[in-house]
């Protein structure tokens, strides 16, 4: 039996039968995530990189250097992660765009990082986006690649972060997900749980991953929008106490105790 092959022209992902290195030839789908849709996320990611890296004042402030390594970091850390978990070949080390892309983006985001900041709107939007694909990919990587669908939702959630985690590591800063705030991780674990979900189901991994980028997307801005968060600590931890307090008679004084 010889080797087949399935092509999807036109820019969008294509899959091909990998040779088993055992015995004769076996058909595992490999999705191929297209160069531009690729640098399309890595480009978004080093303008948010750089929109934060911005935000810095006094002795914190960052000088060009700075800045393009926190957009390569941004750009390219969710993409490196999801490589890693998946034990392949790092896809932004094999071209020689990824890095260029990278850069350019944050050196164009620190020169504008004045008009962005004025347009709040695009900001969210941005950050949205970015969340989106990440997730996107790496959970239709994943899928591809053969994982169930609960590991592959971890990987995609892993891409989506990956690069804020390493940013706020890098800066020596608290890590964003792990505190309260605007809904990030759990926007991206919403969206890549819709995509595994609705390929599992039968849909195709293409429009699955525009319907988990359209809902990570709406969630992440709803959530800015709406300051929704999930609940605290220590208001979990009050609310706990309050419960297990609640069910302790009180006995109160008589009137004549001394």
Not at 181 to 195: D, F, N, P, R, T
Not at 223 to 241: G, T, Y
């Amino acid at each position: 039996m010889g080797r087949r092959r399935g092509w999807i022209h036109g820019g969008r992902a294509f899959a091909h039968a990998l040779t088993s290195p055992h015995n004769g030839f076996v058909d595992e789908p490999v999705l191929v995530i297209p160069l531009w849709a690729d640098l399309v996320a890595v480009g978004l990611g080093g303008i948010q990189g750089a929109l934060f890296a911005s935000g810095f004042r006094g002795q914190r402030r960052l000088d060009l250097l700075g800045v393009a390594i926190i957009g390569i970091v941004m750009g390219m850390g969710g993409g490196l992660i999801r490589d890693l978990l998946l034990n392949v070949t790092p896809v932004t080390l094999q071209s020689n765009w990824y890095l260029v892309t990278a850069v350019c983006a944050s050196l164009v985001g620190m020169l504008l990082a004045g008009l962005f900041q004025r347009l709040n709107a695009v900001i969210v939007g941005l950050d949205a986006i970015v969340i989106g694909l990440f997730g996107a990919f790496g959970t239709s990587k994943a899928l591809a690649l053969g994982l169930p669908p609960v590991p592959a939702v971890f990987v995609g959630v892993c891409s989506a972060v990956g690069g804020g985690i390493l940013r706020d590591m890098i800066m020596g800063l608290p890590v964003a997900i792990m505190h309260v705030g605007s809904l990030y991780a759990v926007a991206a674990g919403a969206g890549c749980a819709v995509l595994a979900i609705s390929h599992t189901a039968g849909l195709a991994l293409v429009p699955a991953s525009i319907l988990c980028i359209v809902v990570t997307a709406v969630i992440r801005v709803l959530a800015v929008i709406f300051d929704i968060s999930l609940p605290e600590q220590r208001a979990l931890h009050r609310r706990r106490v309050a419960v297990e307090t609640s069910a302790i008679p009180i006995v109160k004084p008589g009137p004549d105790a001394d």
